[in-house]
């Protein structure tokens, strides 16, 4: 029995979003995209100049230089897989769902891994026009904590627990880049919700509300709606926030790899899926059965070349 395409590549695009549900607090840029294939959002260029009491006349006319942004779509191919017609006959459960199930989760995570990494990378945009120095990645801060375990697998050594001081460090920093106070989201790794929320104090009514499970959101705390998931960022111990450190995604972590939660405000980043289809060759004879397989377009992006409206909290070294 062949599988239905158009359920599956329903099914693809909706649990992108309801699988990683840190997804839907970001701007929708799909209809911006151009074939499926290519982001593409013009950018408007610098304000104009504010003078005060002007004397001298006429004043210089100035014209605001625009900008074509265009950022290609991350291609995730889940490779082909084989199902065997004996498998089909014999097994008393629906081999082909259960596989295709099983590859839509590995999809889903991966996509969400590849947004975080972006929303924290330096632009990506390609054909823009730069002058002076090269945009940082995402501004950072790091923990100030008691000492406990590395959180990622692979780390090894001490590292400092995330505080209620830092959430309100990270609210003090897009208060600088004049981000939006309403609506801002933390997805925090696990190890740092868990620093943060073992505090008898922390679970106080008068410093958290309610949770809202069914938008994701567990807690809020110092205006953030608090998100966890269980992979976030892995970022190379001497990333400071140029452009020339390491920032990671879905890698094995190095021993002296660090864990990061991300912080923003929806209004500064984008997500975008393009293009999903599903492939079968039916009763394939030289595989004795069915080949699967799906392809998928997707990526997120920040909203300013200067990287504002998205920052991290690192963990620290600790002896």
Do not use: C
Request: charged letters at 25%; glycine letters at 6%.
């Amino acid at each position: 029995m062949a599988i239905q395409k158009e359920i599956w590549i329903n099914d693809i695009v909706e649990a992108i979003y309801a699988n990683n549900k840190f997804l839907e607090f970001a701007e929708d840029a799909t209809s911006f995209l151009i074939n499926g294939k290519f982001l593409h959002i013009p950018q408007a260029g610098g304000a104009t100049d504010v003078e005060q009491d002007l004397t001298v006349f006429p004043v210089d006319a100035t014209e605001r230089t625009d900008l074509d942004l265009i950022l290609p779509l991350t291609n995730f191919y889940v490779k082909p897989v084989r199902i065997a017609k004996i498998d089909e006959y014999e097994l008393s459960f629906s081999k082909r769902n259960s596989v295709m199930s099983q590859n839509l989760a590995n999809l889903t995570d991966r996509v969400a891994l590849k947004v975080l990494f972006n929303w924290a990378a330096a632009s990506g945009f390609i054909n823009v026009a730069t002058t002076g120095a090269a945009s940082p990645f995402v501004r950072i801060s790091k923990t100030t904590g008691a000492a406990r375990a590395a959180e990622l697998a692979g780390s090894t050594g001490n590292r400092k627990t995330a505080l209620r001081q830092d959430i309100a460090r990270m609210a003090a920093m897009l208060d600088a880049q004049d981000v939006p106070q309403d609506g801002r989201v933390a997805l925090l790794t696990p190890q740092m919700y868990n620093d943060l929320f073992s505090d008898d104090v922390m679970l106080r009514r008068d410093v958290t509300n309610e949770a809202d499970l069914k938008a994701g959101v567990i807690n809020e705390l110092m205006g953030f709606k608090i998100m966890k998931r269980s992979r976030v960022l892995n970022i190379n111990a001497a990333y400071t926030g140029a452009k020339d450190m390491s920032l990671k995604t879905y890698t094995t972590a190095a021993a002296t790899d660090n864990a990061a939660s991300l912080f923003w405000h929806p209004s500064m980043v984008y997500k975008a899926v393009g293009e999903v289809d599903v492939f079968e060759r039916d009763n394939d004879p030289q595989f004795y059965g069915s080949i699967l397989s799906s392809l998928t377009r997707a990526t997120g992006i920040k909203k300013r070349l200067d990287n504002l409206g998205v920052v991290a909290l690192v963990e620290d070294t600790a002896a």
